[in-house]
């Protein structure tokens, strides 16, 4: 039984721009190729687009399936815009130094990662303008 797994993010947040597949705003459904990568049957399926939830606007990244190779996972990584990572390769990095972590081959571990790289963004971008209040008032 594959597992299904949803990352559901609320739009307007502060400093805070939702991950999505290939276009955003858009509703996605795609099936990668399985030459490109292997799961076992019946394949991996991901999917995005705007959603509501509990009555806010949010966008839906999801993710049913398993991968056979986390290596591959960087074909994936292409086509996931926002994923607020530093380098091309670096969702996939991540997700290889946690290879033996339950989940870390399917959507779980992809789903917490994103949210791992959004949590990084978000503190970085709050601590720079904390620095950057501080040193504005020192010199007043």
């Given at each position: 039984k594959t597992l299904r797994v949803k990352c559901i993010q609320?739009?307007?947040?502060?400093?805070?721009?939702?991950?999505?597949?290939f276009d955003e705003g858009s509703t996605i459904e795609w099936t990668p190729s399985s030459d490109k990568l292997s799961s076992p049957a019946p394949g991996i399926k991901l999917a995005s687009g705007p959603d509501e939830f509990f009555g806010q606007d949010v966008q839906v990244v999801?993710?049913?399936?398993?991968?056979?190779?986390?290596?591959?996972?960087?074909?994936?990584?292409?086509?996931i815009n926002n994923a607020?990572?530093?380098?091309?390769?670096?969702?996939?990095?991540?997700?290889?130094?946690?290879?033996?972590?339950?989940?870390?081959?399917?959507?779980?571990?992809l789903m917490q990662t994103l949210a791992a790289f959004a949590i990084r963004s978000l503190y970085e971008k709050k601590a720079a303008a904390v620095k950057l209040e501080a040193a504005t008032t020192v010199e007043a």
């Open positions: 609320k739009k307007g947040v502060a400093d805070f721009s939702p991950s999505y597949i999801e993710m049913d399936g398993s991968f056979d190779n986390i290596q591959e996972l960087v074909y994936v990584e292409s086509a607020n990572t530093k380098f091309y390769g670096e969702l996939t990095q991540a997700m290889l130094a946690l290879a033996n972590a339950p989940g870390s081959n399917n959507g779980t571990g």
